[in-house]
């Protein structure tokens, strides 16, 4: 590669390389923002039910977190299946 | 069940509404601790999610020295159970906690042993795979 000229003076292809190096940064930045919120929005679960337990030995909590943490999984689960089948029939 | 209760009980059912209904709808609370319980067996199946998926992604994306059928059938297969167990942490919880309410038999693990089962066959593929090359 070294002292190669490049395909294209418009460079074009080096700019797309760059594009979908920003793109896998933006997709890491949201994962640790994802990662970020899930911590905090379990410590705010963690104080909300405990002040509700000493409070009335109740739970506050429904189903609604758990729905879109089981929702995520699949929507991963649905992308890894794209990857990994057209991985499978290139 | 004291006047203050069955007051306490209707008010509540009136002013709040609790995701999902086909759960919250019916029953009387459970035990807080149980129904922690049944939300860390939840999380536990969610993990059990991530971790499929990352073993079947993983065994595509690292082009393993195995023969690639093999590879093929079991990262697909590690996917599928990766849904299924996300699947089941949703529809188990659900179960789980219906029952709870309603003071009936916990469910027994239905997809539980799919995915168990999954997970074994998929060893043993990825086992083959790796002897036969």
Known sequence: ?90 | MGRSDLQGDSRRSRTTHRFPRSVYGDGAEPDPRFSLANERTFLAWIRTSLALLAAGVALEALELPMESAARAVASVLFVLLSLLAAVQAWVGWMRTERSMRLGRALPGPTLGIVVTAGVCLGIIVVAAGFLLR
Do not use: I, K
């Not at chain 1, 509700?52 to 999984?73: I, K, M, N």
């Open chain 1, 1 to 90: 590669m070294s002292g190669d000229a490049p395909f294209d003076p418009g460079l074009q292809p080096e700019r797309t390389l760059l594009a979908w190096r920003r793109t896998a940064l933006a997709l890491g930045v949201a994962a640790v923002a994802a990662a970020a919120f899930a911590y905090l929005a379990a410590a705010l679960r963690y104080r909300r039910t405990h002040a509700a337990l000493t409070a009335a030995a109740r739970l506050p909590g429904d189903g609604a977190a758990l729905a879109a943490v089981a929702a995520t999984a699949a929507m991963f689960a649905l992308g890894g299946l794209c990857y990994v089948g057209a991985h499978v029939l290139r």
